[in-house]
């Protein structure tokens, strides 16, 4: 059975990845690495409409980021393809129309008018307000009667009159009454197969064996339970009738569902402020599931290692930035230094930071920079403020700038006649390491002025980085080395 597992993702390729989707793609691949199985990645991009290749583009490229790899799928292949069901359409027609000839399905003449008024009317009559079977038994002359009119028909499946049962991997048994699940379109009147089609077709033909989907799609089941039977008796796909487990919300601010224009909802988003893959997948696995024994830090490999579906929570997973923002954090802090600075260039070059290409010299004081920065950073973004005094006014790089309300608390008679004395206390010292200017500085405000230390070194900081947050000053001044602390502190204090 572990061998014979074959789950599926399959999003539409329309905005921007989302990333409560992106946690359905990750516990699919992390049960399909536990089990053996096989993770098959495929494109509902039937709405030609909605559908963008940017959008699908953008698909493959965040489940590559997150580290997600497909064993079948777009790029990959597989004996079941095409992988987009835009290339499948000679496929759905021949399913439609053995289902037609089987009897399962018919043409539906209802117009949208028509439906909106007897909802209407069901519902004042506290009846079920769902499709009430108008055309289900329509004979060979009605509908040759409504074709003369030119009306055009969608196709409706006809539901078997029965409760549905089953039992999902992560909610336990789910019913839902007959009276719940009416006859459902499967196509257009335009001849385009529908969602409701396409997604069971291609379950059956593809040989998925566990369909692991968000709590939104629960109420369809009973009509891919239908769609899959019929299909099973047509002899269409492997006959084996998949298990659902169905995966908790995740909720944003307020309690809310996160939808598409939350903006902490876009994957783009966190790949663009400096998340780490490792993170963002981290935090996302946490999403409902978690390894036990109150362990919240692993990786993509120990996460398929414990992954069991029925491990996950059925109650809604909150999406908490700070949290998500920290484990980022650790996961920087766990990088090796090397890694961390080969990480932080492009951010850095496109914060203008550093030039492009930056020198060596360049990269070998970002790499000095490193273990005073990572302690204090939770994204990659953030280097960008932390180390930007260090190459400010080098060729290529922004000129230094010093934060104005960080300049008017400290900066004012008191800390310009600070910065004095430590340019004086400084310009003398034969060494430039960390200890000497410590050193020096200490001597010079803490017991010459008689300053405490957040008044002594608080202007020393800003005019040497711009700002009152900064990594270790001391350190700092050694890496941005004698002669520019010391232009800068005679700069900033005229």
């Not at 028509?114 to 009317?121: G, N, P, S, T, V």
């Not at 988003?269 to 978690?290: D, I, M, R, T, V």
């Not at 290409?357 to 490193?370: C, E, I, W």
Request: glycine content about 8%; hydrophobic content about 35%; charged content about 25%.
């Amino acid at each position: 059975m572990t061998d014979a597992v074959r789950v599926r993702f399959c999003p539409s390729p329309t905005g921007d990845p989302h990333v409560g989707m992106l946690r359905t793609a990750l516990f699919n691949w992390a049960y399909a690495r536990h089990t053996g199985g096989t993770f098959v990645f495929r494109i509902e991009d039937t709405d030609a409409a909605r559908d963008s290749e940017e959008s699908y583009t953008a698909l493959l490229h965040s489940l590559r980021w997150l580290g997600l790899d497909w064993d079948e799928g777009p790029e990959v292949g597989g004996d079941h393809g095409p992988y987009r069901q835009s290339e499948r359409g000679l496929i759905y027609r021949d399913v439609i129309s053995k289902l037609a000839e089987a009897g399962y399905t018919y043409p539906c003449f209802c117009t949208t008018e028509e439906l909106a008024e007897r909802r209407e009317i069901a519902r004042k009559e506290g009846r079920n307000s769902g499709y009430d079977g108008h055309c289900r038994e329509l004979t060979p002359e009605q509908v040759e009667e409504y074709r003369a009119e030119g009306r055009t028909s969608v196709t409706r499946f006809r539901m078997p009159d029965q409760d549905w049962t089953w039992d999902d991997l992560v909610r336990g048994e789910v019913t839902f009454g007959s009276e719940h699940v009416p006859d459902f379109v499967l196509v257009r009147a335009n001849g385009d197969p529908l969602y409701t089609l396409v997604n069971p077709t291609d379950d059956a033909l593809m040989g998925i064996t566990h369909v692991l989907r968000g709590e939104d799609l629960l109420s369809s089941t009973p009509r891919q339970l239908a769609l899959h039977g019929a299909l099973a008796r047509l002899g269409i796909g492997t006959g084996q009738m998949p298990k659902f487990g169905h995966l908790p919300y995740v909720m944003g601010e307020g309690n809310k569902k996160l939808s598409k224009r939350d903006p902490e909802a876009s994957f783009s988003h966190y790949e663009k402020a400096g998340f780490l893959p490792q993170g963002l997948a981290n935090y996302l696995a946490l999403l409902g599931w978690s390894p036990g024994n109150d362990v919240e830090f692993f990786s993509l490999a120990q996460m398929a290692e414990a992954f069991e579906i029925s491990s996950v929570n059925a109650n809604p997973a909150r999406f908490d930035i700070k949290k998500c923002t920290s484990i980022n954090g650790d996961w920087i802090r766990a990088l090796d230094p090397d890694d961390l600075t080969a990480r932080l260039v492009p951010y850095l070059i496109d914060a203008q930071v550093l030039p492009l290409p930056p020198t060596d010299d360049q990269l070998g004081v970002l790499r000095a920079a490193v273990p005073l920065i990572s302690e204090r950073m939770e994204t990659l973004g953030q280097a960008a403020g932390m180390v930007g005094f260090l190459f400010a006014d080098e060729p290529g790089c922004k000129p230094f700038e010093l934060d104005p309300d960080d300049a008017a608390k400290l900066l004012d008679e008191q800390g310009t006649a600070t910065l004095a004395a430590a340019r004086s206390s400084l310009e003398t010292l034969e060494g430039w390491t960390t200890e000497d200017i410590e050193f020096a500085l200490r001597r010079a405000l803490i017991d010459g002025l008689g300053l405490k230390p957040r008044l002594a070194f608080g202007p020393v900081r800003v005019a040497i980085t711009g700002r009152r947050v900064s990594p270790p000053l001391f350190e700092s001044m050694e890496l941005l080395g004698r002669e520019r602390s010391l232009r800068r502190l005679e700069v900033v204090a005229k």
